[in-house]
Structure formats: structure tokens, C-alpha cells
């Protein structure tokens, strides 16, 4: 019975685990559609030309922060390599792993849609045509 509950244990917490990676590479699959939150309000309020320069310069920061943190959470992944789970005695690097991957990721997925929209998302959004076709 204490070992089923221990084997129990341990699924539960390499679940947890791969969650954290599931977690993590949604955030590139939301850069890729701009299915991420974003407050509009201020930016609509700018002309147009204004408001494309401000959008790639948001785009260009927003790529700087996962380059940042794909660079420091190499080091990061590493530092996990020595830690070892517990319970199921696995070394904790490839969970630790998750945060540079989902980083670079999310740099190559931001530049692409950078490239694809370059400013132009909020009037144009790249995957609302099927809105368009449900309100007419």
C-alpha cells in the first residue's frame, strides 16, 4: 500500500513536470497567432504611422526579453544538471530545460511574425478572417 501511494507520488510529480514544459511552449504558439494580452486602448489612439512604429518597437523589446531570458536560462537548465527529484531521482536539467527552449522558441516564433506583420496586427489581425466570415 506505501508503495503504491509513492509510485502515485511520483507520476503526480513528473506530471507536474511535463506541465511546466506543456506550459511553456504554449507561450511560443501564442506569439505565433498574438493570441497573448495586450491593451489596446493607448495604441489605437496613435495615427497610423505612429502606431506601426510603436508595434515593432513593442515586437523588437518583447524579442529582447526572450533572448535575455533564453541566454541566462542556458546557465539555468544547467544549474539543474547536479539537483536530482526526490522522489523519482532523475536530475531536474531537462525540466529546467523548459525555460531556454520556450524562450528560443518564442524569439523564432516572434521574428516571424514580426517579419509577417511588421506593425499592422492590431488593424489587420492575420488570423481573423473566419470572424469576418461569421458576422456577415
Known amino acids: 500500500e506505501i508503495s ?4 502515485g507520488s511520483e507520476m503526480c ?3 507536474s513536470y ?3 514544459w506543456a506550459a511553456m511552449l504554449a507561450v511560443s504558439s501564442g506569439v505565433a497567432r498574438r493570441d497573448h494580452i495586450g491593451l489596446t486602448a493607448f495604441i ?9 512604429g510603436v508595434l ?3 515586437d523588437i523589446l518583447a524579442l529582447a526579453l ?3 531570458v533564453a541566454w541566462f536560462g542556458i546557465s539555468f537548465a544547467q544549474s539543474g544538471a547536479p539537483r536530482h527529484a ?3 531521482g532523475a536530475s531536474l536539467a531537462p525540466f529546467y530545460a523548459a525555460i531556454p527552449v520556450a524562450a528560443f522558441l518564442s524569439s523564432i516564433q516572434l521574428i516571424l511574425v514580426l517579419l509577417r506583420d511588421m506593425g ?9 478572417d473566419h470572424l469576418e466570415e461569421e458576422l456577415s
Do not use: E, G
Open 4 to 7: 503504491a501511494c509513492l509510485v
Open 56 to 58: 515593432i518597437c513593442m
Open 18 to 20: 511535463l506541465m511546466i
Open 86 to 88: 526526490m522522489i523519482f
Open 13 to 15: 510529480i513528473r506530471d
Open 44 to 52: 489605437m489612439a496613435l495615427p497610423y504611422k505612429l502606431r506601426r
Open 66 to 68: 526572450f533572448l535575455y
Open 120 to 128: 499592422t496586427h492590431i488593424d489587420k489581425p492575420p488570423f481573423a
